[in-house]
DNA sequence: TTGTGGTGT
């Protein structure tokens, strides 16, 4: 294998693909079990030689091509096509989703329909000042005169499907993935996008005999819709019925059975089965998915693997992830081998600004306008850091669109972010009218959660809006940074789904190598680590400190668990679980909000709690505000309204719900989330269950005494009575009656912000652009003596 | 005067 010339060619390149540079990462740093064929690296290189050629040219048309471009034609040569198609028909149940997806890519029925058609280049000089574009790196890279390179490359990647009908690029490491893993007990997969491990691999699992003897193989997945959608398409593939030998569990969705043999679960699920069964005897094989990710979920899992491979030396175990950080899981399990198994997606061109942008908002506006003026067909993906950014952008777009007229082509904008209308957010899946361009805007949740189809461009900032918890003040904050090395190749790759792509990087490639971190924080540094610490202690780990993290948590985080644990009375004085710690861990909640349930049998308001708590952590997104349609949204919202506050308004907005019949048009005449709603619902349902289940309550029939409000306040406060603050003499803000002493706020989104009482509890405090206290009720100084005399008798 | 994204028998 001729490496050294591959990577000669590499360093002349100005630009590089940034998989490319992955890969390239992965030969230096990685002892791979099988490296990239020949055969590939001689692709890679005539592509390379290929843009070396053109070069020069195109240099030499800079600043020319408003005069010499006026008309190109984006199109596949049709021999090409129906070759794809030939092949699709052949295809086996055996042919991952991703061939389709390839497939589809190069079907697209591209027609003269299809032709791009520019505008007179003087209508740009009216309306773009060429001064005021945002500076690439590569002066050529906006001229727009690359059709001969994007058909060469389809054409070169056609003939990868070929090889793909035939078999996918996981096939060919079979045999290796195999005796690698009979012989050893841990095995990392190193497996890009469309390699197909996650459908296949444990496929191979079953037809080499590991499902034997009743046992079954595991494969997690950091979210809920992987799990389920991938577990049909296995189940599809090996043309069983779902739930029987193929099947998912996850919360509140089980399709599983005595018969199956592979199962798809959420890393979460996973790790509630530890709590039953400790040495996970059930399966023969577990696969870790995803396990770049790193969340919580899958970062305990691993220590407890790690823990439970010494005892069953049978128990073999996959880690699967995309990124280049294989070499550390390796470490973490006693130097495992790796098998690198290469990726099938289309390359993307990262282009970086030549000088920092001050303004990114700005230049993510400009970059947008110069690709759509600029481009070839293909829809446009802007990664923003929050909603108000992502509505700020939408009206500036908006605005320039009307000004501009019919003096550029058509284009289409809309938004996605987790917090917004599902019915609205279904539009960004609609494909625009033909000759329309459409422009997403959005925060993170593009990078990994959602896939639309169509994008050819990425427009990249840099910036992610991120939470990170202070357990010495235990507040959260909610801050935009940069993001790291990874998110920016995991933002590009989304550019190359459906053909080539390009990536506009807002930040210089100096930037890039040397002021963004590698990796994003693991989650487990960034959290609040009770519940995480209570299940580990529920699992018989006492020495919490030599428990093998990745990335061990903090002293001080893992010791302030512990000393809210204690005084919550989930352990006694010698660290012990208490029979309520017991209690607590089967709940699925945070310890506090457990505690509250607990104690609401003694004030006969355990329905009333349960209410409350189901809805209490997604409140932050239960009521949405339109822009436009703000004021109308808060005026209903205020109906809601509860004079005691927000844990009284959200029981209000159940039971007004459940008067309305758990009503879908109530929810939207009241600017109100009913997924998270229904989310809320099945929490509830598993609560009471749980209650029941633990003999808190043996009916769900309500009591509802004069007294109910005081009952309640004094349930909340049996778990919250340290967020106790009190309106300081001197103006508007709170002082925490014990702890930190600096000022916060009421949220503005609560029921209080005006009222202002004199004595609060609060749910959490969240930095922003103030301290705010999020979910806030009144209490009063009768009711805190009585339920947290313990807790403020004490200095502080 | 305002909330990145996930998850839990």
Redesign the pocket.
């Known amino acids: 294998m001729n490496i050294q010339s591959g990577k000669g060619v590499r360093r002349n390149r100005s630009e590089l693909f940034a998989q490319e540079e992955q890969s390239d990462s992965e030969e230096n740093n990685v002892p791979p079990v099988t490296e990239v064929t020949p055969r590939e690296e001689e692709q890679e290189q005539e592509h390379e030689q290929e843009q070396q050629d053109h070069r020069p040219m195109k240099k030499s048309r800079h600043n020319q091509y408003k005069s010499n471009r006026t008309e190109y034609e984006y199109a596949l040569p049709e021999e090409q096509s129906k070759k794809s198609l030939l092949r699709n028909n052949k295809s086996t149940a055996n042919t991952s989703w991703e061939v389709e997806q390839f497939n589809k890519a190069s079907q697209l029925p591209l027609s003269n329909e299809d032709k791009i058609i520019e505008n007179n280049a003087d209508d740009y000089e009216f309306v773009f000042d060429e001064t005021q574009f945002v500076n690439y790196d590569d002066p050529d890279i906006l001229s727009g005169d690359e059709e001969q390179e994007s058909l060469d490359l389809t054409s070169a990647f056609n003939n990868e499907i070929a090889e793909l009908r035939k078999n996918l690029p996981v096939y060919n490491y079979r045999a290796d993935f195999l005796t690698t893993l009979e012989n050893n007990q841990v095995l990392i997969v190193v497996g890009e996008t469309g390699s197909g491990k996650t459908t296949q691999l444990p496929q191979y699992l079953y037809e080499a005999g590991y499902s034997q003897n009743n046992l079954a193989i595991a494969c997690t ?7 389920t959608s991938i577990a049909a398409r296995v189940a599809y593939e090996m043309n069983v019925k779902l739930g029987h030998e193929v099947g998912y ?6 399709k599983s059975s005595k018969d199956t043999v592979i199962k798809y ?5 996973l ?3 530890f ?3 400790p040495q996970l005897s059930h399966y023969s094989a577990i696969m870790i998915d995803e396990a770049h990710e790193r ?3 899958t970062e305990i899992l691993l220590g407890l693997l790690k823990d439970i491979i010494v005892t069953r030396p049978q128990l073999k175990i996959i880690i699967a992830s995309a990124t280049i950080n294989a070499e550390k899981f390796s470490q973490f399990f006693n130097n495992a081998p790796i098998l690198n198994i290469p990726g099938r997606r289309f390359p993307v061109k990262i282009h970086y600004t030549k000088s920092p942008e001050a303004n990114y908002i700005q230049a993510a506006l400009t970059t947008i306008f110069q690709i759509h003026t600029t481009q070839p067909e293909g829809d446009i993906l802007v990664f923003l ?6 509505e700020t952008m939408e009206e500036a777009l908006q605005d320039s669109i009307g000004k501009l007229g019919d003096q550029i082509e058509p284009m289409l904008v809309c938004s ?5 209308a599902s019915e609205v957010q279904s539009k960004i899946f609609n494909k625009p009218p033909p000759g329309t361009r459409k422009v997403v805007l ?4 593009a ?4 896939t639309i189809d169509g994008i050819k461009y990425v427009v990249d900032p840099g910036y ?4 990170k918890y202070n357990p010495a003040t235990s507040m ?1 904050s ?1 801050v935009v940074v940069p993001c790291s090395r990874a998110s920016a190749d995991q933002r590009a790759g989304r550019a190359g789904r459906v053909g080539p792509g390009k990536c506009f990087r807002l930040f210089t490639k100096w930037c890039f190598y040397n002021e963004l971190d590698a990796n994003p924080t693991p ?1 487990i540094l ?2 609040n680590l009770t ?2 610490i209570l ?1 580990l202690l529920s699992l018989g780990i006492n020495d919490l400190l030599k428990f093998p993290f990745m990335d061990p948590p903090s002293k001080q985080s893992i010791i302030k668990s512990l000393e809210l644990l204690y005084a919550l009375g989930a352990l006694n004085s010698k660290g012990k679980l208490t029979k309520t710690g017991q209690k607590m861990t ?5 310890p506090i909000l457990t505690k509250c349930i607990l104690m609401s049998s003694k004030f006969g308001v355990t329905i009333q709690i349960c209410c409350i708590i189901a809805m209490i ?9 339109p822009k436009g349609k ?1 004021e109308l949204a ?1 005026a209903r919202k205020a109906q809601l309204h509860h004079q005691l506050g927000d844990h009284f308004t959200l029981l209000n907005v159940w039971r007004t719900w459940k008067d309305y019949g758990y009503s879908k048009e109530w929810c939207r005449d009241c600017f109100i989330n009913y997924k998270t709603l229904q ?1 809320s619902k099945n ?1 509830y349902d ?1 609560l009471i ?2 209650c029941k289940k633990v003999g808190l309550i043996d009916s769900v029939q309500e009591t509802r005494g004069d007294d109910e409000d005081r009952m309640i306040q004094k349930a909340l406060l049996s778990g919250f009575f340290m967020n106790v603050c009190r309106l300081s003499r001197m103006g508007d803000g709170y002082v925490k009656l014990k702890g930190s002493t600096s000022g916060c ?1 009421i ?3 609560s029921a209080l ?2 009222t202002k009482p004199k004595l609060v509890i609060y749910y959490e405090l ?1 930095l ?3 301290e ?1 206290m ?1 979910c806030c009720s009144i209490v009063d100084d009768k009711l805190v003596r009585e339920m947290a005399g313990h807790y403020y008798a004490s200095k502080g």
């Open positions: 997945q950091p979210r809920r819709v992987a799990a569990t996850i919360r509140f969705d089980d679960v959420t890393d979460g699920m790790l509630r089965e709590l039953t069964d969340t919580i979920s850091t929050g909603q108000e950014e992502i996605i972010y987790a917090n917004m959005a925060t993170n949740i990078e990994t959660s959602i992610v809006k991120q939470n959260e909610l989650e960034r959290t519940s995480v299940l089967e709940f699925p909640l945070d952590s997604e409140s932050s997104n239960l009521f949405y505000r703000a808060d989310r929490v598993q269950r749980l706020f949220h503005p989104s912000y005006k969240v922003t652009s103030k705010y999020r």
